[in-house]
């Protein structure tokens, strides 16, 4: 049941990306609106989805890269909405429904049975501490990067003198530099409280705190070049394009220890036979 609910909240993200880039396209309000219900539907659709796996499966359904994929696109869709209930800008949109929408078709690619014997471990409620802190750092990390996406573009337009339609249905550049800076310190937080739980839970299981796993190893080098970021915004006031080119440098680099790490070096947390052995990390 749960794979219905699933695949009909990509296709709602899937019509509200084309209804997204419609409206960019047009301009039109109706497609805005259209957009932010599709993309709404969507993150219904895919919350009843989690609950009912998590219901059927009697734990946090995270043993596969399809459970993770899905709930990483789950929170940028989540993290979205927030945002929009509170700044009804529909550009932020035309990117987050295109990314949810990738997320899950790729996710609909692997496997969501879990192929192998699920190990005590992974039925420990340090699991969906580790993993919702770490993903929420990523997700908040994603729309960051939407944002610095966007102020490049609306910067290169300024200074070309382009003000035409895109200038001006997009958000200001102290808009976008404001979301980028007041994000930053929150994924930040996250990305903290999803090392420190997948520490002490490898203690708990294990009795060692860290074992210079591959994701081990990337995640504490995105969480220094995060650190950095906080620092050259806090210390040395960066603002504007640098802390927007940031933002998307800290993007690359997170997608990479996400899926990237996963996928090229062999350890804990490695795709096997489209299974990801979910460990403490």
Known sequence: M????????????LLASIVYVTFLLRSESSKCLSGFGFILAGLVAH??????????EGFFAMATGFDALSLFAWLVVAIHTTIQFRDPNP?????????????MLVASTLSYQI?????????????????????????????????????IFQERLIKR????????????????????????????????????????????????YWNWDPKETWSLITWFAYA???HQRLALGWRGKKAAMLAL?????????????SLLFVGHHSFVSLALRMVPA
């Open 249 to 261: 440098a800290g993007f690359a680099l997170v997608m990479f220890t996400f899926i990237g790490v």
């Open 47 to 56: 919350t009843i989805s989690i609950v009912h796996l998590f219901i059927a």
């Open 91 to 103: 550009v932020l949109g035309s990117m987050a429904a295109p990314i949810a929408t990738v997320l």
């Open 115 to 151: 192929t192998q014997p699920i190990v005590p471990v992974l039925k420990s409620w340090w699991l969906p501490i580790h993993v919702s802190f770490a993903l929420a750092g990523n997700a908040v990390f994603t729309i960051m990067a939407m944002a610095g996406a966007m102020y």
């Open 2 to 13: 749960h794979l219905i609910f699933f695949k009909v909240a990509a296709i709602f993200y």
């Open 161 to 208: 003198k382009k003000i035409g339609r895109f200038h001006r249905i997009l958000p200001s550049l102290e808009t976008l530099d404001t979301l980028n800076r007041r994000a930053l310190p929150i994924g930040f937080f996250f990305l903290t409280l999803g090392i420190i739980s997948g520490a002490l839970w490898a203690s708990s299981a294990w009795g060692s």
């Open 228 to 230: 950095a970021m906080v």
